[in-house]
């Protein structure tokens, strides 16, 4: 353990698994109290035994005005000021656009964009000067992958968000910035897809890849940290990690 972020809070949406859980473990790991959300009790649960006592967790839907109105609460009672939000919950799936429906269109979009978009502005009062607000975009975004189409859409959304978001929020010298990571193995394709599926999805990603291979969430993880800490005249920007994926 070391104290780079030695008195600094931060919260996390999307913070029990994946990126978001790697990104709270090297905040944490660092000095620094990190407030984690989630849709699931236990798995909040598991991530807060495994994080120790310098993480809080908050259940509740980031599509839930209510329930971000309560973490809010929680974050004011508990933290005070907020050094980092890092806007990470977002949910996956592909669907071909001959066959999407009204419910998954809504969902996707009611928690990737919705969710992220009020997540800030419920949070934002709690932002300290200068401040760094981190989104979670996708390669995907860039791409025009296919049976994607709504998912990526959503994360545009995102990219534009930390452009506009950080006009807004530049004046108290808060600074919104986007991660954009390509393939990360978190685990989550092997639960939104068959094995088959997601080996076959996993295999294509590979192929397409210049590293030729999957990202690990602490890799992106430390990226997330950057922006939300260190790149301190950087505003607006979507920083690629990506395996060179969209950019060779």
Do not use: C, W
């Not at 620094?32 to 699931?40: D, H, K, N």
């Amino acid at each position: 353990m070391n104290d780079t972020y030695s008195g600094k809070n931060a919260v996390i949406t999307g913070g029990s698994s994946g990126i978001g859980f790697a990104t709270a473990k090297l905040l944490v790991d660092a000095g620094a109290r990190v407030v984690i959300t989630g849709r699931s009790q236990t798995t909040l649960d598991a991530a807060t035994q495994r994080l120790g006592k310098n993480a809080l967790a908050v259940r509740g839907d980031v599509a839930s005005l209510p329930d971000l109105d309560a973490l809010a609460a929680h974050v004011r009672d508990h933290l005070g000021t907020v050094d980092a939000l890092f806007v990470n919950a977002g949910i996956t799936g592909a669907m071909p656009f001959a066959s999407m429906t009204e419910e998954v269109y809504d969902e996707s979009f009611a928690v990737n964009v919705k969710g992220a978009f009020f997540t800030v502005q419920k949070i934002a009062p709690l932002l300290s000067t200068g401040a760094g607000v981190v989104l979670t975009t996708s390669a995907a975004n860039v791409m025009g992958m296919p049976e994607a189409s709504v998912y990526a859409a959503g994360k545009a959304a995102l990219r534009s968000f930390a452009r506009s978001l950080s006009r807004e929020l530049l004046p108290r010298g808060i600074r919104v910035n986007a991660i954009s990571p390509g393939p990360v193995d978190t685990g989550i394709l092997e639960n939104t897809m068959t094995k088959e599926a997601a080996d076959r999805f996993k295999a294509e990603r590979v192929a397409e890849n210049p590293m030729r291979r999957f990202g690990t969430p602490e890799e992106v993880a430390k990226a997330v940290a950057f922006l939300a800490f260190d790149a301190t005249y950087t505003a607006g920007a979507e920083l690629v990690v990506d395996g060179g994926t969209t950019q060779l």
